[in-house]
């Protein structure tokens, strides 16, 4: 058997355009190790990369911030990790330890972060260089694949939950049953909130109650807010559809106190009556991503209570169209990219 010197990876070359190319083999720089890459989800900050949306994205650049493989390479100054040990890499991968948030122990906002697959080289890649200070352990017991989508869809929803105000027993709705918003309710029923699944159309309801969610309200048929003040109002609205408007909506239906925690960037503005917020003394909040040990803990936390992303996979040269199909909200419910191991 040869060994193979080269691997391949999908670049960004253009607005939109992703390509199949074949590179080298890299050496890692120390702090880094290599990993070789079984699975890496498409999520929608994917296109931030891919169309350029900052305009800081140098090409070719590979995307893909849902990483999962295994360590097949350590830099020089790498402790504590081994060649073949499972690992994965999230959005953030690696805050630079300096910066002013950084010093305050928040390097969830550090100034001058990694992020994975804009600003490094990301997983759509049967290789990926990752820094040590960013891996997170993957448990034995999760697939690469379904593993994958948990690393920004299911962090971002599970730390947001969590360090909300929302406790036991009190209303939590998911707003959205996309890719985050399915993995929202999963979180909140097994979190104990009682779990309301808010989407477009009845045809989501079977999905949702399957999910976990005690009440499905359909918004092209019901009045949001007055469904929410029925059930005594949410404490928290997670906000994962990508509709300004339509998280407006859930404000009103908070309870007092109550929080509209926005995970999902609309194109449109979200437009709030003052009163809504001064009367009720509600909030509304971003919430972004979180830490490796946050990361970790949502992967433990996830197996315990065995949710999973429902996902659709696809192979590396399929990448293009995982990507169109993710940005028309095509894919049920989270699409992944599954490297081939045969080609290895
Ligand atoms: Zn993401
Ligand atoms: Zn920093």
């Known amino acids: 058997m040869t060994t193979r010197t080269t691997y391949r990876a999908v670049v960004a070359t253009a607005p939109g355009q992703l390509q199949l190319i074949e590179r080298q083999i890299p050496t890692p720089t120390p702090g880094q190790v290599r990993i070789r890459v079984e699975a890496c989800g498409v999520c929608h900050s994917d296109s931030a990369t891919v169309e350029n949306l900052t305009g800081a994205i140098s090409y070719p650049r590979v995307p893909g911030h849902e990483v999962v493989g295994r360590i097949e390479a350590l830099g020089a100054g790498v402790d504590g990790w081994q060649i073949g040990q499972r690992v994965g890499v999230g959005f953030l991968g690696g ?135 029925s059930l005594g109002g949410a404490k928290v609205v997670l906000g994962t559809a990508p509709t300004g408007q339509g998280m407006a909506q859930t404000v009103p239906g908070l309870t007092p106190r109550g929080q509209l925690i926005v995970v999902a960037v609309p194109g449109d503005p979200i437009t709030l009556n003052a009163t809504d917020l001064i009367f009720g003394a509600r909030s509304v909040v971003g919430a972004l991503t979180g830490s490796v040990p946050d990361n970790e803990q949502t992967l433990a936390f996830a197996s315990l209570q065995n949710i999973r992303p429902l996902i659709e996979t696809f192979s590396l040269d399929q990448a293009q169209e995982a990507y169109d199909r993710m940005m028309r909200a095509d894919v049920r419910l989270r699409a992944v990219l599954v490297m081939s191991p045969d080609k290895a």
């Not at 820094?131 to 299911?154: K, N, T, W, Y």
């Not at 971002?156 to 399915?182: E, K, M, P, Q, Y």
């Not at 009845?202 to 009045?223: M, S, V």
């Open 95 to 229: 805050e630079d330890g300096s910066c002013p948030s950084c010093r305050q122990g928040d390097g969830i906002n550090c100034h001058n972060p990694v992020i994975t697959g804009m600003n490094v080289d990301g997983g759509y890649a049967e290789i990926m260089l990752a820094e040590a200070r960013g891996l997170v352990r993957i448990p034995e017991e999760l697939e690469a694949a379904e593993a994958a989508p948990l690393l920004c869809a299911g962090l971002t929803t599970f730390n947001a939950l969590r360090n909300s105000n929302a406790r036991a027993g009190d209303v939590v709705a998911i707003h959205g049953l996309g890719g985050l918003g399915h993995l929202g309710v999963q979180f909140a029923r097994k979190m104990g909130f009682y779990t309301v699944a808010i989407a477009r159309g009845a045809d989501k309801a079977e999905q949702a109650l399957a999910l976990g969610a005690h009440r499905y309200i359909d918004a092209t048929e019901e009045n949001v807010t007055d469904v929410l003040r």
